[in-house]
């Protein structure tokens, strides 16, 4: 596209990615200014607690189920087995 006898890599009048992003922005911001409505969310919305003691839950809760299921007593090797056919 020539403007001027110029030659541009785009074409002329097409907004740039910066521009458009600039007046995003601008847009953005005026609405924020104008908004009058008292805010209901509060800031820590999204904050979480310390994981650590639901890992430790878990850690207790398997280890309880891993000793409980190792604590079975066993009876013969494969009486199992023949009781199923």
Do not use: H
């Not at 207790?60 to 299921?69: I, K, R």
């Amino acid at each position: 596209v020539t403007s001027a006898g110029k030659t541009w890599p785009f074409p002329v009048g097409t907004p740039s990615r910066a521009l458009v992003a600039a007046e995003t922005r601008a847009a953005t911001l005026q609405l924020q200014a104008k908004s009058n409505a008292p805010r209901t969310i509060s800031a820590d919305l999204g904050a979480r607690g310390p994981s650590w003691p639901w890992f430790a839950a878990w850690l207790l809760v398997s280890a309880l189920l891993w000793w409980l299921e190792r604590r079975r007593p066993r009876g013969v090797p494969g009486a199992d087995i023949a009781a199923d056919i």
